[in-house]
């Protein structure tokens, strides 16, 4: 059964040559773009040594050669993706390689076809001398500019011309470091690149001039793997190792909370995340991955005290129990792109997920709290050096279901189900995570 999208035409809903699936390594992007006939789609892969073409219908691989010429082969494998928001007028795909090169693709005429590259020369200054010293490690696309992280430093290239506009270099100390993750950010004083690296911290770079603003610990020396910006509420969430996720202000460079990623996935560990805004249901979405291939969807809103609510909408949980490597959004038919490290991708819809029930604004009350509704609406302030309590769950859970010492795991194992796969509704596998509440 195929997803219905904006158009009169079905999705099919998974992806992936079967008899060469796990063998290509894991998927490092995807993007529909629009096919031939009106209203129909094509689905790009791009795993690690192929970018190919499949009707996002039928999923069927198109009778396409790959994607990357012959001549451009030799740069193989590549190691990062990105591509360029619906908006743009040109919509372009990036992808960088092993050995330093960034090649540039349309995703015009139903296809993606090369346009340009560009090469990361090697930084003579860095004190890296391993072989994957110039590997692309991260890339981002933001309105005609392509930033590439590799170890050391962060290049910006403008995509129309091909000049290099700016070295972002990292800040370091007595090893050199790696840029690991790319969002760029546009606060009232200009654009801004979030950097995640490989030692804990975030790096905040100013785009025009190249200076760095800010470093952001996130509370470890582990790698930040992933970094999603969203708009409207003006924060960044940074997954540190798979198993922490820091919230931070983009206006004040504050952190506002701190999770455990299992908290957030109920129970895995974090693969991949994205946030998104929905301007058809006026509602912004952190979509968080698991390494075992289950999926939430996350409501995010910011209280009047500027605090943050991150409210569990949908939750799915594993099927395959492959690692989710790739996140994608395809805002016109509101449809997420997940690919994993079997190089499978699947689409999930997200209003086909989400029932008018759960898009209800949260409650307000203005009479006495029962326990239900304190629950929801605790909110503690946090001191530098205070160890603040894990959230309370949205319902917690009955006397007879606590252990005796109060392990909130308790909650979270109960076994009663609404429909197979899918935990109960009233049970802390649904937790309300508010403003104030960190670990």
């Not at 069927?60 to 743009?88: C, G, N, W, Y």
């Not at 139903?110 to 890339?139: C, G, M, N, Q």
């Not at 370091?172 to 840029?179: E, G, I, K, R, Y």
């Not at 006026?282 to 991955?289: G, I, R, T």
């Amino acid at each position: 059964m195929g997803l219905a999208n904006s158009t009169s035409k079905q999705f099919a809903t998974s992806f992936g040559e079967e008899e060469t699936v796990g063998r290509r390594g894991p998927t490092l992007g995807s993007v529909l773009i629009d096919g031939v006939e009106a209203g129909s789609f094509r689905l790009v892969v791009v795993t690690p040594l192929k970018i190919q073409v499949y009707d996002a219908h039928t999923a069927k691989i198109l009778d396409l050669q790959d994607l990357v010429p012959a001549s451009l082969r030799s740069h193989l494998p590549m190691t990062s993706f990105s591509v360029e928001a619906e908006s743009s007028s040109s919509r372009r795909m990036a992808v960088g390689c092993q050995d330093g090169e960034v090649l540039i693709f349309s995703l015009e005429s139903d296809t993606a076809k090369p346009l340009r590259s560009f090469h990361v020369e090697e930084d003579l200054t860095s004190e890296s001398k391993h072989a994957l010293a110039k590997s692309i490690l991260a890339l981002h696309l933001h309105q005609g500019y392509v930033f590439a992280g590799t170890c050391g430093r962060c290049m910006c290239w403008n995509l129309d011309d091909g000049e290099l506009l700016h070295e972002f270099h990292l800040p370091s100390s007595d090893h050199p470091v790696s840029a690991s993750s790319l969002v760029t950010v546009a606060p009232e004083s200009g654009l801004q690149l979030w950097t995640g690296l490989d030692v804990g911290s975030v790096a905040v770079f100013e785009v025009e001039t190249g200076m760095l603003v800010r470093s952001l610990p996130c509370g470890g020396p582990e790698m930040v793997v992933a970094l999603a910006f969203c708009e409207k509420t003006s924060v960044v969430f940074a997954l540190s190792a798979h198993r922490r996720v820091t919230i931070w202000d983009t206006d004040l460079y504050a952190c506002l909370q701190k999770y455990p990623a299992e908290l957030m996935t109920c129970g895995a560990d974090l693969s991949a995340m994205g946030a998104f805004d929905i301007p058809s249901i006026n509602m912004s979405l952190l979509v968080l991955a698991g390494v075992d291939g289950s999926l939430c969807l996350r409501r995010i809103t910011r209280r009047e005290d500027r605090k943050l609510n991150c409210i569990l909408l949908w939750y799915l949980g594993a099927e395959s129990g492959c690692p989710i490597t790739a996140l994608d959004f395809h805002r016109a038919t509101e449809t997420i792109l997940l690919g994993d490290a079997g190089c499978r991708v699947q689409l999930q819809n997200i209003k086909e997920q989400i029932s008018e029930a759960q898009m209800i604004p949260p409650r307000k009350s203005t009479g006495p709290k029962s326990q239900e509704a304190e629950a929801e609406t605790t909110t503690v302030d946090i001191g530098e050096d205070a160890e603040p309590p894990l959230p309370a769950p949205a319902y917690p859970p009955s006397p007879s279901q606590v252990s005796p010492a109060g392990d909130a795991r308790t909650a979270r194992t109960e076994k009663k189900e609404t429909a197979p796969g899918y935990p109960s509704a009233d049970s802390a596998a649904f937790p309300v995570f508010n403003g104030g509440d960190a670990v």
